[in-house]
């Protein structure tokens, strides 16, 4: 089945660690997107990408790193200068022009 | 600019009866609009959305939407809800400039349904 796989679901840190959360799809599209969500508070567009090798910072990029070296593949590392880091995030994807997003399950991220 | 106002963050509803759920929003462009849904701990999953064309929008699980030009709203509504209606609800505005689309969410309606 196509679709977007983020792993992992959970994930524990200490303060002060980077760490990667990974976002994958198999619906070959070109757009992707990475979004923070909080109570109350919606989603949070952090980064997004059109295309392979290109990237475009969001609203509340500061504190995240990202790259895009495949189609497929679109990593997020949380960076120790991102100062309140713990919070749900979600990937999607969408085949380019005006269409809906496709979520994936999410990670969520805990710092203690 | 785009934003996104979902004016109620909560709605306490029995079940069979009927519920709407609001969302108002501002843009200086075309607009997109969408709904979305969500279970706890889980991503979020298309109920319906408004491109162009006829302004009353159907979508999945009996939910449906108006498109209101005049009003910048997009309203959900389901004239008989369900138990398993409960979840949060996000609308979102597209802003498309040729090269990326964006969308741009509300802070959410939390549906509880009880019996």
């Known amino acids: 089945d196509g679709g977007i796989t983020q792993s992992p679901k959970y994930l524990f840190r200490k303060e002060g660690q980077n760490v990667t959360l990974s976002c994958e799809q198999n619906?070959?599209?070109?757009?992707m997107y990475w979004y923070r969500q909080d109570p109350g508070q919606g989603l949070r567009l952090i980064y997004y990408?059109?295309?392979?090798?290109?990237?475009q910072k969001g609203d509340i990029a500061e504190g995240y790193s990202v790259s895009r070296e495949k189609k497929e593949s679109f990593p997020l590392t949380v960076t120790s200068a991102q100062k309140n880091p713990t919070a749900f995030y979600l990937c999607a994807s969408n085949p380019g022009g005006v269409t809906e997003a496709f979520f994936g399950q999410g990670t969520r991220l805990t710092v203690v | 600019a785009q934003s996104v106002t979902q004016l109620d963050s909560q709605v306490p509803v029995f079940e069979e009866a009927p519920v709407e759920l609001r969302c108002n929003y501002s843009s200086s462009v075309s607009v997109y609009l969408f709904w979305y849904v969500q279970y706890p701990n889980q991503g979020l999953q298309l109920l319906l959305k408004y491109l162009s064309g006829s302004t009353l929008v159907k979508g999945i699980n009996g939910f449906e939407a108006e498109f209101n030009k005049s009003q910048t709203s997009f309203h959900l509504r389901k004239p008989s809800v369900h138990i398993s209606d409960t979840a949060e609800y996000f609308c979102a505005v597209s802003r498309y400039t040729g090269t990326a689309s964006k969308l741009t969410f509300g802070t959410g309606t939390r549906l509880q349904v009880t019996l």
């Open positions: 990408s059109q295309i392979v090798n290109d990237f």
């Open positions: 619906l070959n599209h070109d757009a």
